[in-house]
């Protein structure tokens, strides 16, 4: 799945649809959608869905946000992230599926990457 994803992000042309505030930068070719919001980001050619709010974070290489997802103060790269789900304060996302309304947060121990295949609606803690 990652694989395939990786495969169509490569095809995208940019279209900046949503809102990206002057203290974020975008390289490569990047898709946000309508209602999307970037706020302080880093964001490296991923695809971001609709109503997706984006803060505090860097949003590597083939990556795709589905929409109304929220991540503040996440690094998450070559991953994907299903409509709906929540990532907060975790670095180190790397080659992950992350479930549709699936919440991701901060545990107490510290890791230097996270592989994670996440299911629909599930709460999940990883050291951030």
């Given at each position: 799945?990652?694989?395939?994803d ?8 940019t279209?900046?649809n949503?809102?990206v505030?002057?203290?974020?930068r ?6 946000i959608?309508a ?6 980001s ?21 990556t795709?946000?589905?929409?109304g997802?929220?991540?503040?103060r ?10 709906g ?7 180190g996302?790397?080659?992950s ?23 629909d ?5 990883v050291?951030?």
């Amino acid at each position: 799945m990652l694989e395939c994803d990786r495969h169509l992000l490569g095809g995208l042309r940019t279209s900046l649809n949503g809102s990206v505030d002057g203290a974020s930068r975008l390289s490569g070719p990047v898709v946000i959608e309508a209602g999307a919001r970037v706020t302080r980001s880093c964001i490296e050619g991923p695809a971001i869905g609709a109503q997706t709010v984006v803060e505090d974070s860097h949003i590597g290489p083939h990556t795709s946000l589905g929409k109304g997802c929220e991540l503040r103060r996440t690094h998450i790269d070559y991953s994907i992230v299903l409509d709906g789900a929540r990532i907060s304060h975790v670095t180190g996302l790397h080659g992950s599926l992350i479930g549709r309304g699936a919440t991701v947060g901060p545990a107490p121990e510290r890791a230097v990457h996270h592989r994670l295949f996440v299911g629909d609606h599930t709460r999940v803690k990883v050291p951030a």
